[in-house]
């Protein structure tokens, strides 16, 4: 069923480490703050904002603003 | 932010096809095919993408004949991007041969780009249920050692060839090693083998988790899952349940896509799309269609089965909304 696509009753499931984030001007955008607390594990939100140029969906246009804040947060979870 | 077109829609999609800079597309290509393209016109949209694209396709096999592997190699992966969007607006059913014709292309040109990488990238086909799921695996250099690995999925209507331009070179640049595959409702898988979008994601990541697991150069216990645009849904989804991944990414995160598009539908439709009411669903996303022709509602995700309307009818309705 379509219901079925939702995380309200399993994101607290989750339990490795998870990056969670929205641009500011994303017209399909949905809900990831309530992602956020919704999540039991090791966490981190980021809103990029348009002012970076990183408000569209996926920030399109600015992979390199997000590459950055993403993978500096991954590479020491990830560290040996 | 508009880049070019009024059309948000169109102007999404422009944005999207440049931000596969500098592999998948350049700016100064990206203008010209605009250029050539009338407001809201999604067949002149179609034909100016895919028409550079054979052009390019042209200009790489000369150059590989001519033995130049970095030129070629790079056309070959333009005119992969620009297939990919010649088709996007067609995205719909019924099924117009003009979808399936481009996305074999993009398909086609990005695997002969694929050989001509050193070390190349390797195309996959990994087991996944009855079948088999494409992908590609690629590595930072030609080392055998365990790395760590990030494991890409994308949206419902997106490929795992522009995957590799979209996020696998922020990760093959910082060592990672970089897996990308449709699963179902997803590229190859959708268009190809008529697999419908599932909720679960787990059952469609734990497959491709047990791939990574038997392979020597992929560091078990350091794989991460990315999920981009609908992935922002179905990455955490699966990491709820498959439970070896070190870390995940959601991207354009999504939390409740269920009670979004309810929200977004008139309520008779939302109640219908509640019970699958086919009977109710298809002539709404008819009039979707009628009245928003440059949206052309991409039955998203679709699929050959009612089970289609889940997800692409909120699209439709988000599209129907943004008018409203």
């Excluded at chain 1, 949905?30 to 999540?39: Q, R, S, T, W």
């Excluded at chain 2, 009670?259 to 298809?282: C, G, H, Q, T």
């Amino acid at each position: 069923m379509f219901q079925a696509y939702s995380l309200a009753d399993v994101a607290r499931n989750i339990r490795c480490p998870t990056f969670v984030d929205e641009a500011e001007n994303d017209r399909r955008r949905g809900g990831g703050k309530d992602l956020y607390n919704a999540l039991q594990c090791p966490k981190e939100y980021v809103l990029f904002a348009a002012s970076e140029g990183a408000g569209e969906h996926c920030e399109a246009g600015t992979r390199e603003v997000f590459f950055q804040r993403m993978f500096d947060w991954l590479d020491p979870i990830l560290a040996r | 932010m508009t880049i070019y077109f009024d059309n948000p829609e169109f102007d999404g999609q422009f944005l999207r096809a440049l931000d596969c800079v500098p592999l998948g597309a350049q700016i100064g290509e990206g203008w010209a095919i605009a250029a050539q393209i009338q407001p809201g016109d999604t067949t002149g949209w179609y034909n100016a993408w895919s028409g550079y694209a054979d052009r390019l396709y042209q200009l790489a096999v000369k150059s590989r004949a001519a033995g130049h592997r970095v030129s070629a190699r790079d056309a070959f992966l333009r005119a992969s991007n620009y297939y990919r969007t010649s088709y996007i607006f067609m995205f719909a059913l019924p099924v117009d041969p003009r979808v399936v014709g481009a996305y074999d292309k993009q398909t086609d040109a990005f695997q002969k780009a694929a050989g001509l990488f050193e070390p190349p990238i390797e195309i996959l086909k990994i087991p996944y249920e009855n079948t088999t799921l494409p992908g590609y695996f690629i590595k930072p250099d030609a080392s055998d050692a365990a790395r760590k690995t990030l494991l890409c999925t994308g949206g419902y209507d997106g490929t795992c060839e522009e995957l590799f331009f979209s996020i696998a070179s922020g990760a093959l640049e910082r060592g990672y090693n970089v897996l990308t595959f449709d699963g179902p409702g997803q590229g190859g898988a959708l268009v190809r083998q008529k697999l419908p979008m599932r909720a679960d994601w787990e059952k469609v990541v734990t497959p491709v988790v047990d791939y990574l697991f038997m392979r020597p150069d992929v560091d078990s216990a350091r794989i991460a899952l990315y999920g981009g645009s609908f992935g922002g849904y179905l990455a955490p989804r699966a990491a709820a349940f498959e439970h070896r991944l070190a870390a995940c990414i959601a991207d354009a995160a999504l939390f409740d896509p269920a009670a979004l598009s309810n929200k977004m539908f008139p309520p008779d439709i939302a109640s219908a799309l509640a019970r699958n009411d086919v009977a109710v669903l298809e002539p709404f996303s008819t009039s979707c269609k009628r009245t928003q022709p440059n949206a052309s509602s991409l039955d998203a995700a679709c699929g050959c089965t009612a089970r289609r309307h889940r997800w692409n009818t909120s699209r439709c309705s988000r599209r129907t909304h943004s008018l409203m």
